[in-house]
């Protein structure tokens, strides 16, 4: 098969959330297990850092990732979902899975998939975990796709295990409250196995330290250990930041090229990881990680987080599609200057919103849409559930039909805001 119709097979014959939603999710282990152990157990032929998280878990990995590239080491990457190829989700020091090796991997273990009907987010976890086995990748840094416990991630035995925060998301998955929502992301924590915990939080902190002390994991919450700071007033419209580091007086002046605000809550797990991987026998130094945290964009691809398109009107677009990643972004729209707020907005159709559109600004103009995904709300359904919370506009389908509407409207001093789903950020053209 070409690389097309290999691709084709996979979206074809396998259950695919990013598409389709639950439909797609197969929880428990034993299909990949099965996948791994007829591929040789790649999993256990390469170091790892694995990374949980509601929020803030593929910017973790790929801050870690850029980092260790920084220092010298041949560095894999695998997070998900993608945003315009598929082989972004498979990375080695920044560069996509070779579209060759996905084609030839997938017609040699082709009757395996026949055998085992394995999910589609479970074939590419095997096939990642076999691309950095062969490749001897020094490290990778693996984040988890939904949840933690009954992850397909979850067969490897990392060096250090991190975990970024907890809030609400995929309800109908892994819980309706944040402790058993922790409780699944505790899931990935091993026995023996230090865990970075990035956010203190009063409800489920007694959940990862319950969890840890069972398995005999030295335990770390992030945030106790480093604060970020911003010091002086920081322009809203920036493209990265300089942050203060109480804990780690070696990193005054720290620039972060991702700019989100949200970022700042990021770090301290990160530079903890960091700490960890270096009492292993890592060798990495502060230069490695100042440069890793300002050219982490330039060094592993990572877009699409608070990621500026385009100036007079500032154009911004933001990943963050749930209650809390929507707090974060409303909180920093708000402190950009403008006349006026366009902004776009798409959901997916598996997701409860109302909390989310209830945290968005009622003075915008909004232009709905929907990505061209089967699980995207059709944009008409978005803007009356979004008429209940003031939130007026209207509805034009297609991601960029919506962006171009958007653009056309706002003058130089206007701000044009495009997310509320990675799908809708994905299809925006020359992101």
């Not at 041949?74 to 993608?82: A, D, E, F």
């Not at 402190?335 to 798409?346: A, I, K, N, S, T």
């Not at 007026?392 to 958007?406: D, E, H, I, S």
Request: hydrophobic share 45%; with cysteine; net charge negative.
């Amino acid at each position: 098969m070409t690389y097309a119709e290999t691709l084709a097979f996979l979206y074809d014959q396998l259950p695919m959330f990013q598409r389709v939603g639950d439909a797609g999710y197969k929880p428990g282990l034993a299909r990949t297990e099965a996948l791994a152990e007829a591929t040789g157990n790649p999993e256990r032929r390469f170091k790892a850092v694995h990374v949980a998280g509601t929020n803030g878990k593929g910017s973790s990995s790929n801050l870690l990732a850029a980092v260790l590239q920084a220092a010298g080491y041949n560095v894999g990457l695998y997070t998900s979902p993608h945003l315009r190829e598929f082989t972004e989700r498979i990375k080695i020091n920044g560069q996509d899975l070779a579209p060759e090796y996905l084609v030839e991997w997938v017609a040699q273990w082709r009757p395996l998939f026949a055998q085992v009907q394995p999910s589609f987010f479970e074939m590419c976890v095997a096939l990642a975990y076999s691309y950095f086995a062969e490749q001897r990748v020094d490290i990778a840094v693996v984040e988890v796709g939904l949840g933690g416990r009954l992850d397909s991630t979850n067969i490897i035995t990392p060096l250090v295990s991190l975990i970024t925060n907890i809030s609400f998301d995929h309800q109908n998955l892994l819980g309706d409250t944040l402790a058993e929502i922790a409780a699944e992301k505790a899931g990935i924590i091993k026995p023996g196995v230090p865990v970075i915990i990035g956010q203190t939080q009063p409800g489920v902190a007694a959940v990862f330290q319950q969890k840890a002390q069972a398995l005999d994991a030295p335990l770390l919450f992030a945030d106790q250990q480093y604060q970020v700071a911003q010091p002086g007033e920081a322009a809203p419209d920036a493209d990265a930041q300089q942050l203060q580091i109480s804990g780690a007086a070696h990193l005054e002046a720290l620039e972060l090229a991702l700019a989100g605000d949200y970022q700042r809550l990021n770090l301290p797990g990160v530079l903890a990881v960091v700490d960890e991987l270096r009492r292993q026998g890592f060798v990495i130094s502060e230069a490695a990680v100042r440069t890793g945290l300002r050219d982490v964009s330039q060094l592993t691809g990572f877009r699409g987080r608070w990621t500026i398109l385009g100036r007079q009107p500032l154009v911004v677009c933001d990943t963050g599609h749930n209650e809390a990643g929507i707090r974060f972004v409303a909180a920093q729209l708000a402190r950009l200057p403008y006349r006026q707020l366009h902004f776009v907005l798409g959901v997916v159709n598996d997701k409860d919103v109302t909390k989310m559109l209830s945290l968005l600004p009622t003075a915008a103009t909004y232009y709905f849409c929907q990505a061209a995904i089967p699980r995207a709300l059709p944009a008409a359904d978005l803007a009356q559930q979004a008429a209940v919370f003031g939130l007026r506009g209207q509805a034009y389908g297609p991601v960029m039909a919506a962006v171009a509407a958007a653009r056309a409207a706002a003058r130089p001093e206007d701000v044009v805001f495009i997310g509320g789903s990675t799908f809708v950020v994905a299809e925006i053209e020359g992101l």
